[in-house]
C-alpha cells in the first residue's frame, strides 16, 4: 500500500512539473510576441517631408487616403506582426476607405531571415503580389526559417514561382530596401515599426489611442 502511495505521490509531482513547464513556455512566448516588448513610445515628432517619404515603398490602400501609415518594418519583428495583422486592419474597419499603409523596409541586422524576407517580398512585389505576400508572411511569422518563401509566395499567388525564386535567391544588396534603411537611420528610428502617421513620427510602443487621435484629427467632411 505503501508503494502505490508513493508511485501516486511521484507521478502527482511529476504532472505538476510539466504543467509549470507549459505554463512558463506559453508566458515566455506570450512575452516575446506582445507589442508591449517594443520600447515605450516617445512624444510625437513633426517630419516635413512626410509625403516624399509616402511616394516610396509599397501602399496598401486607397491613395488619397485621409489617414497614412508610413511604417519602416522588419519581416521577423513581433511588433510589426501586430501592426500588420491586428492593428491597421482594426484601423481599416473602423475607418473604411480612408486609411492606407505604406511599407518601408527595415530588416533589423539580429534577425537572421529579415533582410531575405524583405528581398523576398519586393520579388513579390515584381508580380503584383506584395500586399499578399506581406499579409502571408506576417500571419506565419513563426514559419519563418521553416517554410521556403517560395511557399508563402505560392500562398500569395505569386504567378511565377520560378522567376520569384530566381530573384529571392539573389545575394546582392537591393537598392529599394537599402533606401528604406537609410531612411529609418535618418529619422532617428529606435526599433521596428518606426511610425509616421500623416507626418507625426511615433517611435516605440504602437498605442491605438494614439492612432485614433491622429485619425479623428485628420478625418475631414467628405
Known sequence: MKRVRDVVSELTIIVMVLCTITITIVIVRREIRAPSASPPQTPPVRVDD?????????????????VTLVTFSDFECPTC???ATEEFPRLRE????????????????????????ARAAECAAQQGRFEDFHDVVYAQQDSIGVKTFAEM??????????????????TEPVPAIEADIAKAVELGGIGTPTLVV???????RIRSAVLDSIAEASMSPW
Do not use: Q
Request: with cysteine; glycine share 12%.
Open 50 to 66: 512626410w509625403p516624399e517619404m509616402a511616394n516610396a515603398g509599397h501602399r496598401i490602400g486607397p491613395e488619397d487616403a485621409a
Open 198 to 204: 500623416n507626418g507625426l513620427l511615433l517611435r516605440g
Open 153 to 170: 509566395a505560392s500562398e500569395a499567388g505569386v504567378p511565377d514561382l520560378g522567376r520569384f525564386e530566381t530573384c529571392a535567391g539573389d
Open 81 to 83: 506582426a501586430f501592426l
Open 94 to 117: 473602423k475607418y473604411p476607405g480612408r486609411v492606407a499603409l505604406v511599407y518601408r523596409h527595415w530588416p533589423l541586422s539580429r534577425h537572421r531571415f529579415a533582410y531575405p524576407a
